[in-house]
């Protein structure tokens, strides 16, 4: 059974482009998170997708990021315009529901983004 | 507040050592969840546990065990006999009641030398 996928693995964009990351999660899982990891601090949540809804998305750091999941399968994550913060890893998990508790995410070997 | 704290920046041991990586939580939640995960070279964050609040027995797989301690809001993670493939940044997370998202540590480096 194949992982999380992400695509591109590395992207090195300047100030003001605008980028956009892919994910393909685990087939069969509902749940989609995108998480991010800036320069060596901890890994923070951006958003949660149960099919191709927003549960949560309490993590987005502004409006310059939009991501979404048409048809609940995989989601993008737009950066327009990019600012130099926001380098770093963009992680993808998928999971499916559990029950009696909380599901494990599963991890997309993630995306490096650099702006200069 | 929800907090996830990895005081163990770096450690570097030598093959078949034992090393204890520290994971403290902090929150107000009766039920919640810990997980660790593995980040090798490659990059990709591998699962390796995960843990409910109300099971605080110990447990072992393989050369890898885990102490949860309530009491003291801790979550260890022992590697036994260490090996080289060892070698990666290890997370541990919390996963607050009623929602989904995780909340992880800075992470701790294991350097493992032959």
């Known amino acids: 059974e194949a992982g999380v996928t992400q695509f591109p693995s590395h992207s090195v964009i300047e100030k003001g482009q605008t980028v956009t990351l892919r994910c393909d999660p685990i087939s069969g899982h509902d749940n989609l998170y995108w998480y991010r990891r800036v320069m060596g601090k901890e890994i923070k949540f951006l958003l949660h997708f149960v099919k191709e809804s927003k549960q949560d998305e309490s993590g987005m750091p502004n409006n310059r990021f939009l991501a979404e999941r048409t048809g609940g399968t995989y989601s993008t994550l737009k950066v327009q315009p990019a600012e130099l913060e926001d380098s770093g890893v963009y992680f993808c998990?998928?999971?499916?529901?559990?029950?009696?508790?909380?599901?494990?995410?599963?991890f997309g070997p993630g995306t490096r983004l650099t702006v200069l | 507040a929800q907090k996830v704290t990895q005081a163990q920046t770096e450690i570097s041991v030598v093959e078949k050592e034992d090393v204890t990586l520290d994971c403290v939580y902090e929150t107000r939640d009766t039920t919640y969840y810990l997980f660790w995960y593995k980040q090798p070279p490659s990059g990709e964050l591998v699962f390796l546990i995960r843990?409910?609040?109300?099971?605080?027995q110990n447990e072992i797989s393989g050369r890898y065990s885990w102490n949860f301690q309530k009491s003291t809001s801790s979550f260890n993670f022992t590697i036994t006999a260490s090996q080289v493939v060892d070698s990666a940044v290890y997370f541990c997370?919390?996963?607050?009641?009623?929602?989904?998202?995780?909340?992880f540590g800075t992470g701790t480096r294991l350097q493992v030398f032959p």
């Open positions: 998990a998928s999971s499916q529901d559990e029950r009696g508790g909380a599901d494990t995410q599963y």
């Open positions: 997370a919390l996963n607050p009641y009623n929602t989904d998202k995780l909340i």
């Open positions: 843990r409910n609040s109300f099971d605080e």
